[in-house]
């Protein structure tokens, strides 16, 4: 939209901003689409004309692609293959756990797949296509390029939110304790407290029991009333009901701080009292997985590549 206006004239979009679109236009030698000539691209999309490319997501689930934050994913993803020409499918896996159809052909140029709940699918047959695995939190992974967040930094912002409120004990909600980045952002909360006199206790549960989860935090609660931190690393299926748990024993939810990390700001939006929020920016992890693979097809014989992408500690609105 910002390019539109900026093609358009519109004297609404900030000089500084107009400025740096003009540069961009002149640099990737960008051409609007109706004053092309039949058969004329830009520069920049010239050299990825008839490139194909696929974001898979290796789960049969119908319900896997319709998540907030696959649907951010592949919004960032769309940003930077379209403007460079590049053709998207978007598809997951058979019910068998095969591979897609898209998969199946030669007109495949490369792919992102997206880390799933399936570690036992056919992804060998990938070998030679040029693949980025977004968000994938095997170890070792699977070849090819790597994009995640930097896991460590988000457990590193919960930790210095709990110091600089002051606070004493921070409770820990993880509802899958097998998650490998929720343990991975875990193990840097601990890390960066550990010198501070801070006591981390734990209410976790193994395989997604919500049930089993919420025994675990009756428990840590009815062990200390006093006020406290809490950092739930992935999702926040309990969001509610621990604000529940702590009003029934006369404690305040406002007066504890509520830590999320989870891929839905939308979500976070609709929280009362509000939580501080750990942003992943989804959005920013499909960018760099899409030039990650540009950058793959420009260089098949370079080494993998590992990014992380930096989230960003969120203050709610006042």
């Known amino acids: 939209m910002t390019l539109y206006?900026?093609?358009?004239?519109?004297?609404?979009?900030?000089?500084?901003?107009?400025?740096?679109?003009?540069?961009?236009?002149l640099h990737l030698g960008?051409?609007?689409?109706?004053?092309?000539?039949?058969?004329?691209?830009?520069?920049?999309?010239?050299?990825?004309?008839?490139?194909?490319?696929?974001?898979?997501?290796?789960?049969?689930?119908?319900?896997?692609?319709?998540?907030?934050?696959t649907g951010q994913l592949l919004h960032g993803i769309?940003?930077?293959?379209?403007?460079?020409?590049?053709?998207?499918?978007?598809?997951?896996?058979?019910?068998?756990r095969d591979l897609p159809p898209p998969?199946?052909?030669?007109?495949?140029?490369?792919?992102?797949?997206?880390?799933?709940?399936?570690?036992?699918w056919p992804h060998e047959n990938l070998q030679g296509l040029a693949r980025v695995w977004?968000?994938?939190?095997?170890?070792?992974?699977?070849?090819?390029?790597?994009?995640?967040?930097?896991?460590?930094?988000?457990?590193?912002?919960?930790?210095?939110?709990?110091?600089?409120?002051?606070?004493?004990?921070?409770v820990v909600v993880n509802e899958d304790a097998d998650h490998l980045t929720y343990l991975d952002r875990v193990a840097a909360l601990e890390f960066h407290l550990r010198d501070h006199g801070v006591r981390i206790d734990t209410a976790q549960s193994t395989g997604k029991s919500v049930a089993r989860l919420a025994v675990e935090i009756?428990?840590?609660?009815?062990?200390?009333?006093?006020?406290?931190?809490?950092?739930?690393?992935?999702?926040t299926p309990l969001f509610t009901r621990l604000h529940q748990m702590l009003a029934q024993r006369g404690m305040d939810p406002a007066s504890s701080?509520?830590?999320?990390?989870?891929?839905?700001?939308?979500?976070?939006?609709?929280?009362?009292?509000p939580p501080l929020h750990i942003d992943a920016q989804p959005e920013d992890l499909g960018r760099?997985?899409?030039?990650?693979?540009?950058?793959?097809?420009?260089?098949p014989d370079a080494p993998a590549r590992v990014l992380k992408v930096m989230p960003v500690l969120r203050h709610p609105a006042s």
């Open 5 to 25: 206006r900026v093609l358009k004239g519109d004297t609404n979009v900030a000089s500084d901003t107009a400025r740096r679109v003009e540069a961009s236009i």
């Open 30 to 69: 960008y051409v609007p689409a109706h004053q092309r000539k039949s058969g004329e691209r830009g520069r920049a999309g010239a050299m990825f004309e008839h490139r194909r490319v696929a974001f898979l997501i290796p789960d049969h689930d119908p319900a896997a692609a319709r998540t907030a934050l």
């Open 78 to 96: 769309e940003q930077v293959l379209t403007r460079r020409g590049i053709e998207l499918l978007f598809t997951r896996l058979t019910v068998e």
């Open 103 to 120: 998969f199946q052909t030669p007109t495949l140029d490369g792919a992102i797949i997206r880390s799933g709940l399936f570690d036992d």
């Open 134 to 170: 977004l968000m994938e939190h095997r170890k070792p992974g699977p070849a090819g390029d790597h994009v995640h967040t930097d896991d460590a930094e988000v457990g590193r912002l919960a930790a210095q939110v709990v110091k600089e409120r002051g606070h004493r004990r921070v």
């Open 218 to 235: 009756d428990r840590v609660l009815d062990a200390d009333r006093a006020p406290a931190a809490f950092f739930v690393p992935g999702t």
């Open 257 to 273: 701080t509520v830590i999320t990390a989870n891929y839905d700001p939308d979500l976070v939006d609709t929280m009362s009292p």
């Open 288 to 299: 760099a997985a899409a030039e990650t693979l540009i950058w793959r097809l420009q260089n």
